[in-house]
Every structure is written in structure tokens, then in C-alpha cells.
């Protein structure tokens, strides 16, 4: 049963040297629980697919179809609960500088009107899950690239999504970080059965983690199928 199903999806951007195609109808069905891999070169429109899904971007054609409901159908406050169903992160991790760990990992809570004693108790939780029970206090600066990205993912987990957006999350980590950040990607999806969206230029990323993957090229989607039948060896 699909939890994401892309419709016709478009989006174009009206810049000063006039319109830019990021995304021409792209349709696609990602199931519950896959590790699903979005491939493609840079400026193929990686990016600008992950946010339509949660809607930081408004596609101007086609559909997001979230857990059998239209995206663009939904109302403020519904739209609100499905993008706390959808985690986000990042190539450049983006935590808040001025907080520390702890409060980075709560933000999202805050937001949401969590309770300061609950936020902090699931705080805590998501820091054993992401290994860094020993860094609650740490600033960000303070952290290391992988460490940062833990982080991240703690903090993107805070609400209890359904769903894990990746974009480039591994792009700005060496080979061993990297490594070390895709097993616990696996994790989150293998013992919390959260969906996980794998957006790289990185064949390897793929291969490591993905059930499923679509190849992206100028807009369109190329290719779609498992991995094991797309990247076949010699
Ligand atoms: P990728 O993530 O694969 O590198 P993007 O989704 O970032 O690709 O970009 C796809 C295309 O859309 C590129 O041509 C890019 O320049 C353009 N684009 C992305 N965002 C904007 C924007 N906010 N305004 C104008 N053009 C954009
Ligand atoms: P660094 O960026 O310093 O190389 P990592 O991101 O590899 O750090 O690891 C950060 C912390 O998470 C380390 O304390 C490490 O021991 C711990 N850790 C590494 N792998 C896992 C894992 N699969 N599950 C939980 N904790 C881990």
C-alpha cells in the first residue's frame, strides 16, 4: 500500500530570465515501509521533488497523494499534521546554532505544543536511538559532520513521522561517517517502520540502503524499479 503517490507532478520556478521546468509530470508510488533512492545528476530536480512531497514547495501541476489524501485538497491545520508525519534532513544538517543539543532535538515539540516534560523525556529517547546520550549539552559547533547529522535525524524523528526525507544527507560526510549514517537510517526503517525518501548523486548511497529507486534526469523521471534490476552488475 503506497503512503506517497506522486500524480502529474509539475513544478516550475518564474525567475528574471524567465520560466525554469524543475519538474514535469513526474508520477510515482512509494510503499510503506521501503528505503526508496532518487537518483540523478545535479539540477535534475532531486530537490525540488522532496519539497513538493512536503510541501515547503507547491507544485504548480499534479498531485501529492499522502496516506490516500490529496495534499493540496487538505486544510491549514491538516496539512500541518502531515508535514509533522513527514521528517526532513539535510546535506548542511541545518540545527539551530544557539541551541544545544537537547534544544535543537526539542524544537520541533515546541512547535508541535508538546509539554516541556514529555519533549524532554522523547529528547532524551531519540539521543539513545541516534547514539549521543553524552552530547545533550554540546552546541553544534562543537560537533562533529556525523555527529551533526545524528542530530538531525533525532530531531527529525522528533514528532514521530511516517516518513523520512533525505536530501544529500550523506553529501557533506567522509566514506566512514557516511557508513556509519546510512546503517542508522536503515534502523530507523527496519525497527520503527518509517518510510525512508534517499534523495543522492551517490550510486553507492543506493546501493547501500535502497529497496527501490527512481533514476531523475532534466525533470522526468527516467527509470523506476528495484535496485537490483536497474543496477545490475556485469
Ligand atoms: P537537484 O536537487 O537535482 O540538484 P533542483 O531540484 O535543486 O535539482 O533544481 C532543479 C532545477 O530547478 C534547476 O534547474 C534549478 O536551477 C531550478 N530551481 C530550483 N529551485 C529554484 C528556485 N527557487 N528558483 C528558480 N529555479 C530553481
Ligand atoms: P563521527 O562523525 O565523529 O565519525 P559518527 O557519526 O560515526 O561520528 O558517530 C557518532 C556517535 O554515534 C559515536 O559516538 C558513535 O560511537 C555512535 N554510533 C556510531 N554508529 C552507531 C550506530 N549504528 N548506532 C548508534 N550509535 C552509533
Given at each position: 500500500?503506497?503512503?506517497?503517490?506522486l500524480?502529474?507532478l509539475g513544478?516550475?520556478?518564474?525567475?528574471?530570465?524567465?520560466?525554469?521546468?524543475?519538474?514535469?509530470?513526474i508520477?510515482?508510488?512509494?510503499?510503506?515501509?521501503?528505503?526508496?533512492?532518487?537518483?540523478?545528476?545535479?539540477?535534475?530536480?532531486?530537490?525540488?521533488?522532496?519539497?513538493?512531497?512536503?510541501?515547503?514547495?507547491?507544485p504548480?501541476?499534479g498531485?501529492?497523494?499522502?496516506?490516500?489524501?490529496?495534499?493540496?485538497?487538505?486544510?491549514?491545520?491538516?496539512?500541518?499534521?502531515?508535514?509533522?508525519?513527514?521528517?526532513?534532513?539535510?546535506?548542511?544538517?541545518?540545527?539551530?546554532?544557539?541551541?544545544?543539543?537537547?534544544?535543537?532535538?526539542?524544537?520541533?515539540?515546541?512547535?508541535?505544543?508538546?509539554?516541556?516534560?514529555?519533549?524532554?523525556?522523547?529528547?532524551?529517547?531519540?539521543?539513545?536511538?541516534?547514539?549521543?546520550?553524552?552530547?545533550?549539552?554540546?552546541?553544534?559547533?562543537?560537533?562533529?559532520?556525523?555527529?551533526?547529522?545524528?542530530?538531525?535525524?533525532?530531531?527529525?524523528?522528533?514528532?514521530?513521522?511516517?516518513?523520512?526525507?533525505?536530501?544529500?544527507?550523506?553529501?557533506?560526510?567522509?566514506?566512514?561517517?557516511?557508513?556509519?549514517?546510512?546503517?542508522?537510517?536503515?534502523?530507523?526503517?527496519?525497527?520503527?517502520?518509517?518510510?525512508?525518501?534517499?534523495?543522492?548523486?551517490?550510486?553507492?548511497?543506493?546501493?547501500?540502503?535502497?529497496?527501490?529507486?527512481?533514476?531523475?534526469?532534466?525533470?522526468?523521471?527516467?527509470?523506476?524499479?528495484?535496485?537490483?534490476?536497474?543496477?545490475?552488475?556485469?
Open positions: 500500500e503506497p503512503i506517497i503517490r500524480e502529474g513544478k516550475q520556478f518564474s525567475t528574471a530570465n524567465g520560466t525554469v521546468t524543475a519538474l514535469e509530470d508520477n510515482l508510488e512509494i510503499k510503506s515501509g521501503e528505503i526508496f533512492g532518487i537518483i540523478g545528476l545535479s539540477g535534475a530536480g532531486k530537490s525540488t521533488l522532496v519539497r513538493c512531497i512536503n510541501y515547503l514547495e507547491v504548480t501541476s498531485k501529492v497523494i499522502f496516506q490516500d489524501k490529496n495534499l493540496s485538497a487538505m486544510s491549514d491545520k491538516q496539512k500541518r499534521l502531515a508535514r509533522q508525519s513527514m521528517g526532513m534532513i539535510f546535506q548542511q544538517f541545518n540545527l539551530l546554532s544557539q541551541r544545544n543539543v537537547l534544544q535543537n532535538i526539542c524544537f520541533p515539540m515546541e512547535i508541535a505544543g508538546t509539554g516541556r516534560a514529555e519533549a524532554r523525556k522523547r529528547a532524551e529517547e531519540l539521543l539513545a536511538l541516534v547514539g549521543l546520550e553524552d552530547r545533550a549539552k554540546a552546541y553544534p559547533a562543537q560537533l562533529s559532520g556525523g555527529q551533526k547529522q545524528r542530530v538531525a535525524i533525532a530531531r527529525a524523528m522528533a514528532t514521530n513521522p511516517r516518513v523520512l526525507l533525505c536530501d544529500e544527507a550523506t553529501s557533506a560526510l567522509d566514506p566512514n561517517t557516511t557508513k556509519s549514517i546510512l546503517q542508522l537510517l536503515k534502523r530507523i526503517n527496519r525497527e520503527m517502520g518509517v518510510t525512508v525518501i534517499v534523495i543522492t548523486h551517490e550510486m553507492a548511497v543506493i546501493e547501500a540502503i535502497c529497496d527501490k529507486v527512481a533514476i531523475i534526469d532534466h525533470s522526468h523521471i527516467a527509470e523506476v524499479g528495484k535496485v537490483s534490476d536497474i543496477f545490475s552488475g556485469p
